[in-house]
């Protein structure tokens, strides 16, 4: 799975989640192992002195459009916008206004797409009500022909591999014979025949492939919670061991893909350092050389030419986005790109050529802005805002900030205050991210922007645990599940309230998947820190949680046992850590939603506390979607828990909401 932090699949993706998706290989292991983690520049044009109550439908309905692809031949644009409030890919000419849908998704909309190399076939990845096992479709935009490429009942499948030099062919891998492992098959795009060329045989967690979209690294999991990279000459050769990461090591490394000669592999690396770099191995001596590093942030990022497989920028997520230019030929682009727009950006897409890229940029208080940039020209276009009506609104400026725990680490977010309000003893929400292997950044949000229109202070902190700041930081948060990993999100209540920004008496905290967990953890562990909480698809029996994981995260136990905890020989510890046997200590009212198809975190861990609480006469409101999975895709649903949750927060916190 890319998987997206828990928000993106509640709200709309934001834009550098898609990036990463899009443009590499990117480390699949340590993406798959951000469990909770799952799919949003420009100005401000209102000048009222007091900002208008921004409707739930600006922001969590359905973009007006979004995720622009070029054909690789450069003819042709694809993007995301709704048909009858459900989005579905649109293709139009470019230099013309033919703009037309060529998907039919009537139901949960479509997310994931790309286009194939052929420039032929829309590829687009869909699961049924939110249960991930996702189907690979394929459209044929001669005919319009729609098929379903991998019709399989309770598969998975994940595209691992394409390439512009191999047009018609895709890699992709399925838990088809084994629903615990994924098997590499290849598929032609031309017939539509599908074998298979790697069997798992059980530890494997994550595959790559070398330029000639050969199988040629695995990465295998170990016991103890780390993983090796295997590596192969060819296809028919024998696997040997070329790296190993240890459980220190696990979540901040891993491969991103080989060289064009396919002598040498790019990975990401934190062994001899605390932050992940950017290192280029020799395979067949093991040397390697650092080509990129932060002494305090991770590589968060890279971009790889798709004709020299050479890495050409890399960035790193700090307070905000910054890079560092490697190769030297894009480096006016790079400039020239800069001037366009006042916003973090990203090379979202390009076509063979090389001469058209797609610019996407990210600013705090205003929509995402795409560009078409052309190469020759070194001229931008603007292509679209994927929110064009939040430019009709004074959205919030959201500023970093960072605090010291009780036990003396700098703990780094973000904070967004209601805009034109005295910052003094205002009503905040404390709104804790997913994974909780992630970690909040900078740029458009739109919960801290629907909190700080509605008069709440929006408090965003990336507790030890998250990503980005390097293994150490990482590290800290294993086996701190309702540990010191709420310690700082209570460090961070206590340095707003110190601060008189926030007023003691009307603090909520509100988070999804891990940042559900965390909200009840909250109500339950200390419960005279909040007013109210709301759950979204949280945990709250840790060792039912762990039991119940997806079949095919099997090959990631070790590492959940070992940065969690294990049921079979930590039963009490967990339980310990676990809300649901801390119920009575509950004195404040909590709102839980869930999706009944989630796969990640089942009915039951939401159902077995709200049951818990109401024999014990506690106040809580419970929604639960029986068309939804870990998180909300359906805009309907979205906006149905958000018209709740708003309400709920003002009657505790006493802030606006829009009627009905």
Request: proline fraction near 5%; charge should be neutral.
């Amino acid at each position: 799975m890319r998987d997206s932090d828990f928000k993106g699949s509640i709200a709309f993706p934001r834009l550098k989640e898609d990036l990463i998706m899009n443009n590499s290989k990117l480390m699949k292991v340590l993406i798959m192992l951000m469990f909770f983690a799952g799919i949003a520049a420009g100005m401000v044009s209102c000048s009222s002195s007091k900002p208008k109550l921004i409707p739930r439908e600006v922001l969590f309905g359905n973009p007006a459009k979004a995720s622009p692809h070029i054909s690789p031949d450069g003819s042709m644009m694809a993007y995301l916008a709704p048909v009858d409030n459900v989005l579905n890919v649109w293709v139009k000419t470019i230099g013309k206004d033919d703009d037309k849908p060529v998907t039919k998704d009537t139901n949960r909309g479509i997310r994931r797409y790309f286009w194939a190399y052929d420039s032929r076939h829309i590829m687009y990845l869909q699961d049924v009500g939110g249960d991930e096992n996702w189907r690979l479709y394929s459209v044929d935009l001669k005919g319009g022909d729609i098929k379903d490429l991998t019709p399989y009942k309770d598969v998975q499948v994940q595209v691992i591999a394409r390439d512009k030099h191999y047009p018609n062919e895709l890699i992709i891998t399925m838990n088809k014979d084994d629903r615990r492992f994924h098997d590499v098959y290849h598929l032609n795009l031309d017939t539509g025949d599908i074998k298979m060329v790697s069997k798992n045989p059980g530890n494997v967690a994550g595959w790559l492939t070398d330029v000639n979209l050969k199988v040629r690294g695995a990465v295998v999991a170990t016991p103890e919670g780390g993983f090796d990279l295997m590596v192969r000459d060819n296809e028919t050769s024998p696997w040997r061991k070329l790296v190993s990461w240890d459980s220190e090591n696990s979540l901040n490394s891993g491969p991103v893909g080989f060289t064009k000669d396919g002598k040498s592999i790019y990975l990401m690396d934190s062994r001899d350092a605390n932050t992940r770099r950017l290192t280029l191995m020799n395979i067949a001596t093991g040397k390697y050389k650092v080509l990129a590093e932060d002494p305090q942030y991770d590589v968060s990022n890279i971009i790889i030419n798709p004709d020299t497989y050479e890495v050409q920028m890399v960035f790193f997520t700090k307070a905000r986005e910054e890079y560092k230019v490697l190769d030297k030929s894009i480096e006016k682009d790079v400039e020239a790109i800069r001037k366009l727009h006042q916003g973090d950006f990203f090379i979202y897409d390009r076509d063979d050529a090389d001469s058209t890229w797609l610019v996407g940029f990210m600013v705090d208080d205003g929509p995402v802005a795409y560009y078409a940039f052309d190469r020759n020209s070194q001229k931008g276009t603007l292509l679209f805002y994927q929110r064009p009506d939040l430019l009709n609104y004074k959205l919030a400026k959201t500023e970093p900030f960072s605090f010291k725990s009780r036990d003396g680490l700098t703990i780094y977010g973000y904070i967004t205050y209601p805009p034109d309000k005295e910052r003094k003893n205002l009503p905040m929400v404390l709104d804790v991210h997913g994974g909780p292997w992630y970690r909040d950044t900078w740029g458009y949000n739109p919960e801290a922007q629907w909190f700080a229109n509605r008069g709440y202070i929006c408090m965003q902190v990336n507790y030890r645990g998250s990503t980005g700041y390097g293994k150490k930081f990482l590290n800290a948060g294993d086996r701190e599940w309702g540990g010191k990993m709420h310690d700082d999100l209570i460090d961070g209540v206590n340095w707003a309230i110190e601060k008189g920004i926030a007023d003691p008496k009307k603090i909520a905290i509100y988070g999804g998947s891990y940042g559900g967990y965390a909200a009840l953890v909250g109500a339950t562990f200390t419960p005279d820190v909040f007013c109210c909480a709301v759950d979204i698809v949280g945990p709250s029996n840790l060792v039912s949680f762990i039991k119940t994981v997806p079949p095919y995260w099997t090959t990631y136990l070790a590492v959940i046992h070992k940065r969690i905890g294990d049921p079979s020989k930590d039963e009490e510890f967990l339980k310990s850590r676990s809300p649901l046997f801390k119920v009575d200590n509950i004195k404040i009212p909590m709102l839980i939603a869930q999706g009944a198809n989630d796969p990640r975190v089942k009915q039951t861990e939401s159902e077995q506390i709200v049951k818990a609480m109401k024999d014990k006469g506690i106040d809580c409101q419970y929604m639960l979607f029986p068309d939804e999975g870990h998180g909300f895709a359906k805009p309907q649903n979205r906006l149905k828990f958000y018209a709740a949750a708003e309400k709920f927060l003002a009657k505790y916190l006493g802030g606006n909401y829009e009627a009905d």
